[in-house]
């Protein structure tokens, strides 16, 4: 590791009373997502009490500089040593820029590392983006463990160009890009049998799953709907959507479908809702829990193809209509398949299935469950367990023969920590693993805040201005 020359302290403590107040309204305007230039509208009211404050073009010629080489500097000495997980991602913004985001996962937390903006997005680019930035942090190849990004092909590609120079890096292709890949596969099911089927717009398609919450949300209104579309139509029907929508509800035999079908996803959906909600969870060690779940869902899915739940509510509405209940059966049984379909495309070739498989021994209650679980062998995947340290043997063999109450693995971040006395080796390591990160949530809300930055009324910013609010914004606020 290179030594450094700069460290965060001496810098600091070099500014003088004007640049540490300067330095301050950068940090403040931006934590608050205010444009730098209203510093002049305010300046006349700072200028009453002090006459330190400078104008909005020393604000972003100097203080930004000085404030974002500040932050950068201390997170170029938090991750010093440090094992870190990468989370990639690209966006094309309002000026059609490619932005590319790069973050880094450690010690329970996320940071932005770099924004850089790339004229063609492949994997070659991608790659090279990757090994710059580590070795701008200075960062040792054995330290980078886990690669994170959606389902594109490039991305793929990029890993693997990676991998052979990052000797202990895994792929974690994002578990909730997935979900939502399974989830949409339910959409046919509001087609089918209808000829040109016309409901209110669905959420925004960006947002995972949001579909299925408008579903529920659409459930009790139905009829109300129906019968408003009716009255809107008998007031004024020269809108072409309002003509269409009437014609459908018109169609007793297409709204009962419909009717029944949301009925049916509403049911169903409340599993892949709440998976999706725990893979975006990011205030808690889940890592461990991971593959239970997915196996649940592959479960799931595939007792669905054979025989899908249905509940009584749908029985009910069948039976009262003189529905051939098998027909629907059929269809309810061909939405499983291709979820089923879909998932088993994605998540049986998981790349990090296995690894996350592995990370289980390190929730107690899993150890627990059947003595078999207790061979360290059988976790040789995680690198540490290949040839693991006498003290490590030693200290596995006490995990396993612990003899503890269920009740206190709820959390086990404060498990872990609490086992550093009498565990120092196995606890640091389940420290790193059961915090990996499991889906890209964090890059999303990366670019919520570039989006944020980048208005309307500030697309005339500079790219290195853009990169260095952006890695102030998200970094202050996270």
Not at 108 to 122: I, R
Not at 225 to 248: C, G, M, P, Q, W
Not at 331 to 345: G, P, V, Y
Request: glycine share 2%; aromatic share 14%; charged share 20%.
């Amino acid at each position: 590791m290179k030594e450094r020359t700069l460290t965060l302290p001496s810098f600091e403590n070099t500014l003088n009373e004007q640049e540490k107040i300067n330095k301050e309204i950068v940090k403040a305007f931006t934590y608050a997502d205010i444009p730098l230039e209203k510093i002049e509208k305010l300046k006349p009211f700072l200028l009453n009490y002090s006459g330190l404050i400078t104008g909005a073009n020393q604000l972003r010629v100097k203080y930004l500089l000085l404030s974002y080489k500040i932050a950068l500097q201390k997170l170029k000495n938090d991750v010093i040593n440090k094992i870190i997980c990468l989370t990639i991602d690209e966006t094309t913004d309002r000026c059609g820029r490619h932005a590319v985001n790069i973050l880094f996962s450690f010690d329970n937390k996320t940071k932005l590392a770099k924004t850089e903006f790339l004229s063609n997005v492949n994997a070659s680019s991608i790659s090279q983006f990757v090994m710059n930035t580590i070795h701008f942090y200075n960062i040792s190849y054995e330290n980078i463990i886990f690669f994170i990004s959606d389902n594109a092909s490039y991305m793929k590609l990029a890993y693997s160009n990676l991998s052979p120079f990052l000797p202990n890096l895994k792929y974690n292709c994002c578990l909730v890009h997935i979900l939502n890949l399974i989830g949409k596969a339910w959409e046919h099911l509001l087609q089918n049998g209808i000829e040109s089927p016309t409901l209110a717009p669905l959420p925004v398609k960006t947002r995972w799953n949001s579909w299925f919450l408008f579903l529920c949300w659409i459930k009790p209104l139905y009829f109300h709907l129906i019968t408003f579309v009716t009255a809107e139509y008998s007031i004024n029907h020269n809108s072409k959507a309002v003509r269409d929508l009437y014609t459908f509800c018109q169609n007793r035999s297409h709204v009962f479908c419909v009717k029944i079908f949301i009925y049916f996803i509403t049911y169903n959906s409340k599993r892949l809702i709440n998976d999706l909600e725990f893979f975006k969870i990011r205030n808690k060690a889940i890592a461990p829990f991971v593959y239970l779940r997915i196996v649940s869902l592959q479960a799931f899915l595939s007792s669905g193809t054979r025989n899908p739940p249905i509940s009584n509510e749908i029985f009910q509405l069948l039976n009262e209509e003189n529905q051939d209940i098998a027909s629907f059966v059929s269809l309810f049984s061909r939405a499983f398949i291709l979820a089923n379909e879909k998932c088993e495309k994605h998540i049986s070739y998981h790349p990090a299935l296995l690894f996350f498989k592995a990370i289980q021994c390190f929730d107690p209650k899993f150890i627990q469950s059947n003595s078999s679980n207790h061979n360290i062998e059988n976790y040789r995947i995680i690198k540490e367990f290949c040839l693991p340290t006498d003290t490590l043997i030693q200290e596995w063999a006490i995990y396993c023969g612990l003899n503890e109450s269920i009740e206190e693995f709820d959390d086990l971040d404060l498990y872990w920590r609490g086992k550093k006395h009498i565990l120092p080796e196995l606890s640091s390591l389940a420290l790193i693993y059961i915090w990996l990160p499991v889906s890209d949530i964090d890059i999303e809300r990366s670019f919520s805040s570039y989006k944020s930055i980048l208005s309307d009324r500030r697309v005339a910013l500079k790219e290195e201005n853009i990169q260095m609010l952006n890695f102030l914004y998200f970094n202050l606020i996270c």
